[in-house]
């Protein structure tokens, strides 16, 4: 009788063969769910930037609304006039825009709209129509994505007023 080997098990070529496509294919999962979850990331930031932008701008436009008279302090500050002795001040620093209140030459509250990533703002006051404009952008992109668009936030001045005398309708 002759002895007939019977295989049981794999050889060395074989196992080191599935360890390398196994390690491979964990390697290129491990990348594919870094780079996920760092979209993920910048996607989140933006919308929370979307969300800051958003409140500004409802923020500002009320006041510039509500308003009488604007001046420009510089590019990046504006100052707005309410009933001769109630200003509200915007500046627009590096990483936010700072809204102080003021009343009688003394500050009474002081706001600030935050952003993770430096930014640049500059106000306009444009005479017809009396308008007042603030545009952000960032200066810097994130790594890997596109260059954010700049947001202009622009609003009537003393709307309200000109609302309750009957100079602006509502068409």
Known sequence: MKN???RQGYTLIELSISMTVGSTLL?????LIHQVMRYHSVTRDR?????ILDRLGGDLRH????????????????????DGNRFIHYKVNRYSV????????RTTRMESYTFKRPIVGSFELLESPQLVSLTIQSP???QGTRK??????SASLS??????????SDE
């Open 47 to 51: 919308a929370h930037e979307h969300q």
């Open 98 to 105: 700072e809204k102080t209140h003021a009343q009688a030459n």
């Open 159 to 168: 709307r309200v007023a000109r609302h309750e005398i009957g100079e602006v």
């Open 140 to 142: 810097e992109e994130i």
């Open 63 to 82: 006041d510039i609304h509500r308003a009488i008279a604007a001046q420009l302090k510089a590019a990046n500050e504006v100052e707005l006039e309410y």
């Open 4 to 6: 007939k080997m019977v």
């Open 148 to 153: 954010a668009t700049p947001r202009r936030i």
């Open 27 to 31: 390697i290129l999962s491990a990348g």
